[in-house]
């Protein structure tokens, strides 16, 4: 990660957080992630307690706490003396995140083969056979199914896996993932393209089907084949750094005027 050169004004829109008071830190944390991957928040900004206070019309301790977690999975700095500052989060970066999330989720698979009761198996597969042939109509309720299945399987195989630490630390982590998915998924609907959210619904069907063989090395297989082709997709939705952003306009005003569209 790196500090970038140029930094954007803190979004301040009022965001009076109206979620029970234990959830508060995690919405913040969630809403402040959702500023870094959609560019709104650059690297090297500065953020000030007293500021996301006021935005989120929240005390100053949700706000520490919101920061805290945020510098634990990598998203910012925290220094006494220069306080927390934004870093830039690289498609390398995505690629080390889903290496760590393949080593833990693959295992979870693995450990919760035969653990998990089949009714819930089942009542996933079923779902996820519709997605995979569904033509969505409306593509913010096609997103919210994705959204509900890929969280429920998730956190089926997590809870199930028997080891409360690979538990915890995939609990840890999956705020970061779920981000990753949520605004990559974001720009897709801008698209009304749902290409990857079909493949996603197929690769789940995969590790569902593993588990319900009662087949370990399947389902950690498909698990692995999912995170892979995930961490493309996620490396391709980060909003280009300033200096990416220059480079590829130099790059389109040095073209001659003849390779130009009309």
Known sequence: ???????????????????HHGQRRQTIVQSLLTDVFQGRLRAGEHLVTQELAERFGVSHTPIREALITLAGIGIIDLSPNRGA??????????HEVCQVRRVLECEAARSACGRIHLADLHALADRLRRMTVAKPRSGSRF?????????????????SCGN?????????????FRAFRDVAWEAD????????????????LAIVEGL?????KA?????AQHIRSGARYWSRALPASPKETNHRNSE???RPEGNHSS
């Open 1 to 19: 990660l790196f500090i970038g050169e140029q930094a954007v004004p803190v979004p301040s829109e009022s965001q009076t957080l109206n979620c």
């Open 143 to 159: 997103i919210e199914e994705a959204r509900a299945v890929d969280s429920r399987l998730h956190d089926l195989i997590a809870d």
């Open 219 to 223: 389902a950690s297989r498909a698990m």
């Open 189 to 204: 609907e801008a698209r009304n393209d749902f290409h990857r959210l079909t493949e996603e619904a197929h690769e789940h």
């Open 164 to 176: 409360v630490f690979l538990a915890q630390e995939i609990a840890r982590l999956k705020t970061l």
């Open 85 to 94: 500052i934004v870093r830039r989060v690289t498609p390398h970066e995505v």
């Open 252 to 254: 389109t005003q040095r």
């Open 212 to 216: 319900l063989a009662g087949n370990a």
